[in-house]
Protein backbone atom coordinates (compact mmCIF):
# COMPACT_ATOMS: atom_id res chain seq x y z
CA UNK A 1 0.00 0.00 0.00
CA UNK A 2 1.26 3.19 -1.00
CA UNK A 3 2.59 5.46 1.80
CA UNK A 4 2.46 9.23 2.72
CA UNK A 5 4.26 11.57 5.78
CA UNK A 6 2.25 12.92 8.23
CA UNK A 7 2.44 15.12 11.26
CA UNK A 8 0.63 13.33 14.06
CA UNK A 9 0.71 13.16 17.90
CA UNK A 10 -0.64 9.86 20.15
CA UNK A 11 -1.24 12.11 23.29
CA UNK A 12 -1.55 15.40 24.19
CA UNK A 13 1.03 17.48 25.57
CA UNK A 14 3.71 19.93 24.79
CA UNK A 15 5.71 19.78 20.87
CA UNK A 16 7.59 16.86 22.67
CA UNK A 17 4.70 14.75 21.47
CA UNK A 18 4.90 15.19 17.98
CA UNK A 19 6.16 12.97 15.47
CA UNK A 20 6.23 12.10 11.91
CA UNK A 21 4.75 9.06 10.74
CA UNK A 22 4.09 6.96 7.65
CA UNK A 23 0.29 6.53 6.92
CA UNK A 24 -1.57 4.82 3.91
CA UNK A 25 -2.31 7.77 1.20
CA UNK A 26 -6.23 7.96 1.41
CA UNK A 27 -8.56 6.16 -1.53
CA UNK A 28 -10.79 8.56 -3.45
CA UNK A 29 -14.46 8.37 -3.31
CA UNK A 30 -17.23 10.63 -5.16
CA UNK A 31 -17.14 14.27 -4.58
CA UNK A 32 -13.76 13.99 -3.23
CA UNK A 33 -10.70 16.14 -4.45
CA UNK A 34 -7.27 14.10 -3.71
CA UNK A 35 -4.56 17.12 -3.00
CA UNK A 36 -1.05 16.71 -3.25
CA UNK A 37 0.13 18.98 -0.44
CA UNK A 38 2.57 22.00 -1.14
CA UNK A 39 2.27 23.47 2.17
CA UNK A 40 0.09 23.88 5.31
CA UNK A 41 -0.74 26.81 7.34
CA UNK A 42 -0.02 26.46 11.15
CA UNK A 43 -2.47 27.94 13.10
CA UNK A 44 -3.38 28.22 17.17
CA UNK A 45 -5.89 25.82 16.85
CA UNK A 46 -3.75 23.03 15.98
CA UNK A 47 -1.82 23.83 19.64
CA UNK A 48 -4.99 23.46 21.16
CA UNK A 49 -5.60 19.90 20.26
CA UNK A 50 -2.58 18.98 20.70
CA UNK A 51 -2.22 20.58 23.88
CA UNK A 52 -6.10 18.93 24.77
CA UNK A 53 -7.12 22.43 25.20
CA UNK A 54 -9.69 20.94 22.42
CA UNK A 55 -10.57 17.36 22.32
CA UNK A 56 -9.60 14.57 18.98
CA UNK A 57 -11.84 12.10 18.09
CA UNK A 58 -8.92 9.61 17.97
CA UNK A 59 -5.12 8.92 18.23
CA UNK A 60 -2.72 9.14 16.46
CA UNK A 61 -4.37 12.26 15.25
CA UNK A 62 -3.38 14.16 12.34
CA UNK A 63 -2.95 17.95 12.85
CA UNK A 64 -4.00 20.69 10.47
CA UNK A 65 -6.90 22.73 8.78
CA UNK A 66 -5.51 23.80 5.73
CA UNK A 67 -3.52 23.92 2.69
CA UNK A 68 -2.22 24.40 -0.93
CA UNK A 69 -1.35 22.75 -3.32
CA UNK A 70 -1.77 20.08 -6.46
CA UNK A 71 -4.62 18.31 -7.55
CA UNK A 72 -3.71 14.92 -7.90
CA UNK A 73 -7.30 13.22 -8.64
CA UNK A 74 -10.74 13.62 -8.50
CA UNK A 75 -13.77 11.68 -7.76
CA UNK A 76 -16.84 11.17 -9.59
CA UNK A 77 -19.17 13.73 -9.79
CA UNK A 78 -16.24 16.34 -9.24
CA UNK A 79 -16.92 19.01 -12.22
CA UNK A 80 -14.96 21.85 -10.62
CA UNK A 81 -11.40 20.81 -10.44
CA UNK A 82 -8.89 18.83 -12.66
CA UNK A 83 -5.51 16.94 -11.96
CA UNK A 84 -2.90 19.92 -12.25
CA UNK A 85 -4.70 22.54 -10.68
CA UNK A 86 -3.35 24.72 -7.51
CA UNK A 87 -6.22 24.87 -4.94
CA UNK A 88 -6.42 26.12 -1.65
CA UNK A 89 -8.64 24.02 0.97
CA UNK A 90 -9.71 23.48 4.53
CA UNK A 91 -10.10 20.37 6.31
CA UNK A 92 -9.03 17.80 9.00
CA UNK A 93 -5.48 16.78 9.13
CA UNK A 94 -3.84 18.68 6.17
CA UNK A 95 0.03 18.79 8.05
CA UNK A 96 -0.07 15.29 5.54
CA UNK A 97 2.06 14.66 1.89
CA UNK A 98 -1.66 13.99 0.35
CA UNK A 99 -5.17 15.52 1.87
CA UNK A 100 -8.49 14.29 0.88
CA UNK A 101 -11.31 16.66 1.05
CA UNK A 102 -14.83 17.14 -0.15
CA UNK A 103 -15.01 19.47 -3.42
CA UNK A 104 -17.27 22.24 -1.23
CA UNK A 105 -14.02 23.04 1.08
CA UNK A 106 -11.85 23.46 -2.21
CA UNK A 107 -11.02 26.87 -3.75
CA UNK A 108 -8.67 27.57 -7.13
CA UNK A 109 -5.98 29.67 -6.21
CA UNK A 110 -5.97 32.61 -8.98
CA UNK A 111 -2.67 33.47 -11.07
CA UNK A 112 -0.54 36.13 -9.86
CA UNK A 113 -1.35 34.08 -5.68
CA UNK A 114 1.66 31.72 -4.66
CA UNK A 115 0.54 28.34 -3.18
CA UNK A 116 2.42 29.56 0.26
CA UNK A 117 0.32 33.00 -0.04
CA UNK A 118 -2.97 30.78 -0.22
CA UNK A 119 -2.21 28.08 2.47
CA UNK A 120 -0.99 31.49 4.73
CA UNK A 121 -3.94 33.09 4.01
CA UNK A 122 -6.82 30.85 3.93
CA UNK A 123 -7.91 30.24 7.63
CA UNK A 124 -7.05 33.51 8.97
CA UNK A 125 -8.26 35.52 6.50
CA UNK A 126 -11.54 33.88 6.09
CA UNK A 127 -11.83 33.98 10.25
CA UNK A 128 -11.25 37.69 9.79
CA UNK A 129 -13.43 38.29 6.84
CA UNK A 130 -16.91 36.52 8.13
CA UNK A 131 -16.15 38.22 11.61
CA UNK A 132 -15.58 41.68 10.07
CA UNK A 133 -19.31 40.77 8.01
CA UNK A 134 -21.39 38.84 10.40
CA UNK A 135 -19.87 38.66 14.13
CA UNK A 136 -20.01 42.47 13.85
CA UNK A 137 -20.64 44.32 10.35
CA UNK A 138 -18.32 46.79 10.30
CA UNK A 139 -19.49 50.40 8.96
CA UNK A 140 -17.25 52.98 7.95
CA UNK A 141 -16.62 55.61 11.00
CA UNK A 142 -17.08 52.29 13.49
CA UNK A 143 -13.87 52.55 16.08
CA UNK A 144 -12.99 48.85 16.58
CA UNK A 145 -10.34 47.12 18.46
CA UNK A 146 -8.12 45.06 17.44
CA UNK A 147 -6.32 42.73 19.93
CA UNK A 148 -2.62 40.96 19.09
CA UNK A 149 -2.60 43.08 15.66
CA UNK A 150 0.42 41.98 14.57
CA UNK A 151 -0.54 38.33 14.43
CA UNK A 152 -1.64 36.52 11.42
CA UNK A 153 -5.25 37.02 11.94
CA UNK A 154 -4.76 40.87 13.47
CA UNK A 155 -2.73 42.00 10.72
CA UNK A 156 -5.54 40.64 8.06
CA UNK A 157 -7.77 41.96 10.56
CA UNK A 158 -6.46 45.58 10.74
CA UNK A 159 -6.37 45.44 6.56
CA UNK A 160 -9.55 44.37 5.80
CA UNK A 161 -11.22 46.80 8.78
CA UNK A 162 -9.29 49.90 7.38
CA UNK A 163 -10.43 48.91 3.80
CA UNK A 164 -14.49 49.19 5.41
CA UNK A 165 -13.59 52.09 6.26
CA UNK A 166 -13.18 51.49 10.29
CA UNK A 167 -10.79 53.55 12.39
CA UNK A 168 -8.59 51.16 14.34
CA UNK A 169 -7.04 50.79 17.88
CA UNK A 170 -4.66 48.27 17.79
CA UNK A 171 -2.77 46.10 20.92
CA UNK A 172 0.43 44.28 21.06
CA UNK A 173 3.08 43.22 23.71
CA UNK A 174 6.19 45.29 22.00
CA UNK A 175 7.08 48.32 20.05
CA UNK A 176 8.01 46.62 17.38
CA UNK A 177 4.78 44.64 16.85
CA UNK A 178 2.71 48.09 17.09
CA UNK A 179 4.82 49.56 14.89
CA UNK A 180 3.91 46.63 12.34
CA UNK A 181 0.58 47.14 13.24
CA UNK A 182 0.64 50.81 12.20
CA UNK A 183 2.40 50.30 8.45
CA UNK A 184 -0.78 48.50 8.11
CA UNK A 185 -3.31 50.29 8.81
CA UNK A 186 -3.70 50.83 12.10
CA UNK A 187 -5.03 54.44 13.84
CA UNK A 188 -3.88 53.95 16.99
CA UNK A 189 -1.51 52.19 18.85
CA UNK A 190 -1.50 50.30 22.54
CA UNK A 191 0.99 48.30 24.40
CA UNK A 192 -1.03 46.02 26.62
CA UNK A 193 2.07 44.97 28.63
CA UNK A 194 1.40 47.53 31.29
CA UNK A 195 -1.65 45.41 32.74
CA UNK A 196 -5.19 45.59 32.33
CA UNK A 197 -5.29 48.88 34.08
CA UNK A 198 -3.20 51.18 31.66
CA UNK A 199 -4.13 49.17 28.47
CA UNK A 200 -8.14 49.99 28.87
CA UNK A 201 -6.98 53.66 30.24
CA UNK A 202 -5.39 53.91 26.72
CA UNK A 203 -7.94 52.65 24.59
CA UNK A 204 -10.55 54.69 26.49
CA UNK A 205 -9.00 57.72 25.64
CA UNK A 206 -9.25 57.35 21.77
CA UNK A 207 -13.00 56.89 21.74
CA UNK A 208 -15.05 59.41 21.61
CA UNK A 209 -16.04 60.73 25.07
CA UNK A 210 -14.38 57.96 26.72
CA UNK A 211 -17.36 55.49 25.54
CA UNK A 212 -15.70 53.19 24.59
CA UNK A 213 -15.47 51.11 20.94
CA UNK A 214 -18.41 49.04 18.71
CA UNK A 215 -16.45 46.47 18.64
CA UNK A 216 -13.59 44.46 20.00
CA UNK A 217 -12.07 41.37 18.56
CA UNK A 218 -10.28 39.17 20.61
CA UNK A 219 -7.96 36.29 19.92
CA UNK A 220 -6.13 36.48 23.33
CA UNK A 221 -8.75 35.09 25.54
CA UNK A 222 -8.32 35.06 29.33
CA UNK A 223 -5.40 38.08 29.26
CA UNK A 224 -7.71 40.44 27.96
CA UNK A 225 -11.38 39.85 28.72
CA UNK A 226 -12.01 41.55 31.31
CA UNK A 227 -10.36 44.62 30.11
CA UNK A 228 -12.27 44.09 27.18
CA UNK A 229 -15.94 44.02 29.36
CA UNK A 230 -14.33 47.58 30.35
CA UNK A 231 -13.73 49.03 26.83
CA UNK A 232 -16.60 47.95 24.84
CA UNK A 233 -18.90 50.95 24.57
CA UNK A 234 -22.99 51.16 25.29
CA UNK A 235 -24.52 48.05 23.06
CA UNK A 236 -21.21 47.53 21.36
CA UNK A 237 -20.19 43.80 20.52
CA UNK A 238 -17.26 41.66 22.37
CA UNK A 239 -15.82 38.79 19.72
CA UNK A 240 -13.69 36.42 21.67
CA UNK A 241 -12.37 33.96 18.86
CA UNK A 242 -9.31 32.81 19.79
CA UNK A 243 -7.57 31.70 23.34
CA UNK A 244 -3.68 32.27 23.01
CA UNK A 245 -3.40 33.36 26.60
CA UNK A 246 -6.07 30.67 27.87
CA UNK A 247 -9.86 30.50 27.70
CA UNK A 248 -11.68 33.24 29.21
CA UNK A 249 -12.59 32.47 33.08
CA UNK A 250 -16.48 31.83 33.27
CA UNK A 251 -18.00 34.32 34.65
CA UNK A 252 -22.08 36.05 35.23
CA UNK A 253 -23.73 36.78 31.73
CA UNK A 254 -25.80 39.34 33.75
CA UNK A 255 -22.87 41.77 33.69
CA UNK A 256 -23.55 41.86 29.99
CA UNK A 257 -27.10 43.58 30.67
CA UNK A 258 -24.95 46.74 32.69
CA UNK A 259 -24.03 47.89 29.09
CA UNK A 260 -26.67 45.80 26.85
CA UNK A 261 -23.18 44.34 25.62
CA UNK A 262 -23.78 41.88 22.81
CA UNK A 263 -20.81 38.51 23.56
CA UNK A 264 -19.89 35.80 20.80
CA UNK A 265 -17.47 33.36 20.20
CA UNK A 266 -17.61 32.64 16.64
CA UNK A 267 -15.76 29.46 15.15
CA UNK A 268 -15.16 30.31 11.17
CA UNK A 269 -16.59 26.48 10.20
CA UNK A 270 -20.07 27.53 11.29
CA UNK A 271 -19.53 30.69 9.02
CA UNK A 272 -18.53 28.45 5.98
CA UNK A 273 -20.49 25.35 6.40
CA UNK A 274 -22.24 25.19 2.91
CA UNK A 275 -20.17 25.39 -0.30
CA UNK A 276 -22.00 28.91 -1.35
CA UNK A 277 -20.95 30.56 1.69
CA UNK A 278 -17.08 28.86 1.29
CA UNK A 279 -16.89 30.51 -1.96
CA UNK A 280 -18.36 33.43 -1.51
CA UNK A 281 -15.99 34.29 1.11
CA UNK A 282 -13.17 32.69 -0.47
CA UNK A 283 -13.60 34.84 -3.39
CA UNK A 284 -14.27 38.02 -1.41
CA UNK A 285 -11.13 37.62 0.71
CA UNK A 286 -8.94 37.28 -2.57
CA UNK A 287 -10.79 39.81 -4.21
CA UNK A 288 -9.11 42.18 -1.59
CA UNK A 289 -5.79 40.55 -2.16
CA UNK A 290 -5.76 41.32 -6.44
CA UNK A 291 -6.77 45.10 -4.97
CA UNK A 292 -3.98 45.62 -3.27
CA UNK A 293 -5.68 45.91 -0.33
CA UNK A 294 -4.42 42.66 1.86
CA UNK A 295 -1.11 42.07 2.18
CA UNK A 296 -0.21 38.31 2.78
CA UNK A 297 2.56 38.32 5.74
CA UNK A 298 4.08 34.53 6.04
CA UNK A 299 6.65 34.99 8.90
CA UNK A 300 8.44 31.74 8.70
CA UNK A 301 8.26 28.42 5.92
CA UNK A 302 9.86 25.78 8.15
CA UNK A 303 10.26 22.27 6.74
CA UNK A 304 7.89 19.66 8.11
CA UNK A 305 10.50 17.76 10.35
CA UNK A 306 10.64 21.59 12.38
CA UNK A 307 7.24 21.82 13.25
CA UNK A 308 8.21 21.27 17.00
CA UNK A 309 10.17 24.50 16.37
CA UNK A 310 7.16 25.80 14.47
CA UNK A 311 4.53 24.94 17.40
CA UNK A 312 6.88 26.79 20.11
CA UNK A 313 7.58 30.10 18.01
CA UNK A 314 3.68 30.61 17.85
CA UNK A 315 3.03 29.96 21.44
CA UNK A 316 6.01 31.89 22.84
CA UNK A 317 4.42 34.73 20.69
CA UNK A 318 7.34 35.74 19.27
CA UNK A 319 6.04 35.82 15.53
CA UNK A 320 4.31 38.64 13.50
CA UNK A 321 1.93 37.30 10.62
CA UNK A 322 1.63 33.70 9.37
CA UNK A 323 3.52 30.43 10.19
CA UNK A 324 3.71 27.90 7.21
CA UNK A 325 5.16 24.47 6.93
CA UNK A 326 6.26 23.21 3.36
CA UNK A 327 5.20 19.62 3.02
CA UNK A 328 6.61 18.55 -0.46
CA UNK A 329 10.15 19.54 -0.29
CA UNK A 330 11.32 20.22 -4.30
CA UNK A 331 7.99 21.58 -4.95
CA UNK A 332 7.78 25.37 -5.70
Not at 87 to 102: H, K, W
Not at 202 to 215: F, H, I, P, R
Not at 227 to 243: C, H, I, M, Q, Y
Not at 265 to 280: G, I, M, S
Amino acid sequence: MATEKAVQFSKTGGTEVLEINDIPIPKIEKGQVLIKTVYAGVNFIDTYFRSGLYPVPAFPHTLGSEGAGIVEAVGDGVTKFKPGDNVVYMGSGTYREYSLVPERVVSHVPDGLKLEEAAAVLIQGLTALTMLRESYSVNKGDTILIHAAAGGTGLILVQLAKALGATIIATASTAEKLEIAKQHGADYLVNYSGGEDQWVKDVLAYTKNGEGVEAVYDGVGKATFEGDLKVTKRKGTLVSFGNASGSPDPFVIGRLGDKNIKLLRPRLFAYVATQEEFDHYTQELFGYIKNNQLKVNIHKIYPMQDIAQAHKDLEGRATTGKLVLKILQGQK
